[in-house]
């Protein structure tokens, strides 16, 4: 246990990425219990990518900006700054994302915005991260669930497209 604990510490944090499966929860008709159950083939991306496994499942062509402009993405406030969340939304709107839609706020503030890739698809979140100009890109399923992508809109992009909008 000790041994675990010491390699935590060493690990570079902006190195560290944590990705849930994507998948849904099962229904009281498939389990008593609750299971996550993943679904194996949007899983193939996050192995291949994480694990570098070939000719597992199919792939999707992330690569592509349009292809990226039909994800799911959720977007958060995360400011101070009111009605930053819905500014993105429509920011995202006008410049070509056509599954854009608000989440409820950030739990907490932060002062850079944040590209969540929710399913490990960090290219595409790379992608996004790259339209905004800002922020950072993490892999990690904090955000909202049921989305492909989410975007917590820190201080850095509210304040500057918020209050002075360009």
Do not use: C, K
């Not at 199919?58 to 349009?66: E, G, Q």
């Not at 009111?82 to 599954?99: C, Q, T, Y």
């Not at 399913?119 to 905004?132: K, P, Q, T, Y």
Request: no cysteine; hydrophobic share 40%.
């Amino acid at each position: 246990m000790l041994a675990l604990a010491n390699f935590g510490l060493e690990i570079d944090r902006d190195a560290f990425q944590m990705v849930m499966l994507p998948g849904r929860f099962s229904t009281t008709a498939e389990f008593e219990a609750s299971y996550w159950l993943p679904d194996w083939e949007a899983s193939a991306t996050i192995l291949q990518t994480f694990f570098q496994t070939e000719g597992v499942g199919m792939y999707a062509d992330n690569a592509s900006p349009r292809y990226v402009a039909n994800l799911r993405i959720a977007v958060q406030n995360a400011s101070e700054i009111s009605g930053a969340g819905a500014d993105m939304v429509n920011h995202l709107r006008d410049n070509g994302f056509n599954n854009v839609y608000l989440s409820n706020d950030a739990p907490t503030l932060s002062r850079t915005t944040e590209v969540v890739a929710q399913r490990g698809d960090r290219e595409s979140a790379e992608i996004l991260h790259s339209m905004l100009g800002q922020g950072r890109v993490l892999s990690e399923s904090t955000g909202d669930l049921d989305s492909d992508l989410t975007v917590r809109v820190g201080q850095d992009w509210a304040t500057q497209w918020v209050e002075s909008p360009q």
